[in-house]
């Protein structure tokens, strides 16, 4: 139920992006103190009125932080 309630949240904040049209993706890794790496995304909108309204989508365990491996988590992330 909760995994449904989040894939409907995900959707409001992909549409109201394509009304407003411009957005920013953020990306940021941090280790904690076992050692294991986690990627923060938040989505950065930007209205017609130029009002910013950020949206924190989740924290997301990763083994790597190159390139491919931030892709992945991006893709698995947001497309719904």
Known sequence: MLE?????VLRSLAN???EEGCFGLLMDETSDVE???QVSI???IIS??????EHFI????TSAIDATS????????LFF
């Open 42 to 44: 938040c989505w950065r």
């Open 16 to 18: 109201e992006i394509h």
């Open 4 to 8: 449904i309630m989040a894939l409907k």
């Open 48 to 53: 017609k009125e130029l009002e910013i309204q």
């Open 70 to 77: 931030l892709y992945n988590i991006i893709s698995d992330a």
């Open 35 to 37: 050692k294991t790496e």
């Open 58 to 61: 989740g924290f997301y365990e």
